[in-house]
């Protein structure tokens, strides 16, 4: 089959969106299917990558961009997008499309109309509640514009793809769509690069944290990760761990306010460095004590952030500090490779890490339990044999019955 991945974003770009989509491009290409790729970039150019065809095409920033660039942005990247994949693909039989942003889906709708190809979206976050949750949007009728696409966008679909059940249970309760037109797909993780990594000190040494007991976060440092957590537990385990760090590796539009913020209160226990590249993240995950995942109880929406599966990967303990919706918090208990609380109540997540940490005996035990889940459920294979069920059968185009 001829298969369309419609991304904003795409290796060589150092987020965990990115690689997931990656390793679904090279998965399907592994099954013997003719994948393309269409993303964003800083210039236009078609390349092969992996048996991939990779179309970049250029268009306006929308990482650490203010919202009004960032908007306008995912508002001209669709027809973008459309121009390049009429030029570069003849023939699609199936597309699919990574949301956000929910307006590329317009693309995927556009290939079901010329090439008759299968729509299938795959619904990460939910668009727009998310960003009113989170203060990002507040004009009305910016909203209802919003609000629209998503209705239409899941009514002109011949599948949604998600990855938890309380991804689905939303989507049905909350949006009406059937759930016949829903199937849920966990994220997948590459364990491979993760076997081969070794724990050599490396990133200890260069951050001058050799004896310390290090909580790592490592990605996308924006309004939804909610880190002032780490702030305030930062604040009060000074003085009674001074062996506790929070290292945190990645960018986004709250990092300088973060940074700003410790350095202003003198909170050295809570480190900020760059992104660390995708060929070194394995080795200096095998490195920290422990994993860290981050959203903030202002989401009403279900998440499961991706680098959790990175985590798991790398037989480290995972640290959760989610809204109640999450599914993470089940995740990390079916796999028993660590703990999570409540966002929200700062108290039980001091109380949680704290469990981690004076319980050491057994983060090799819970690190090794992740690794047995992720290679059993989550692995490129595991998922692509879901995806090409849905890929290779007859899905109906049901209507949603969305919510008003």
Known sequence: MNILIITDVYPPELRSSAELMRELAVAFRKKGHEVAVATSSS?????????VRVIRVKTLPHHNVSFVVKGLSWILMPRLFWSAVKKHCLKIDVAIV???????AWVAEQAKKKYKAKYILNVQDIFPQNAIDLGVLKNKAIIKFFERMERHAYASCDAIVTPSHKHEEYLTKKRGVPKEKISVIPHWVNIEQFEKAENTGKFRKQFGLENKFIIF????IGPSQGLDI??????KLQKTHPDIVFLVCGDGSEKKRLVEEAKEKNITNVRFENWISKEEYPSLLKEMDIGLISLTSKNTTPAVPAKLMSYLAAGIPALGFLH???EAHNIIKDARCGASAIYEDEDACLKTLLYLYDNKARLKEWGENGLRYAQKNLTPEVSVEKWESIVKSDVPNIEAKTEE
């Open 98 to 104: 990574h949301s956000p942003p929910l307006t590329l």
């Open 43 to 51: 210039k236009n150019e078609v390349q092969e990558e992996d048996g």
């Open 230 to 235: 780490l702030l305030h537990l930062g604040e």
């Open 217 to 220: 976060f490592g990605g996308v």
């Open 324 to 326: 109640e919706k999450s």
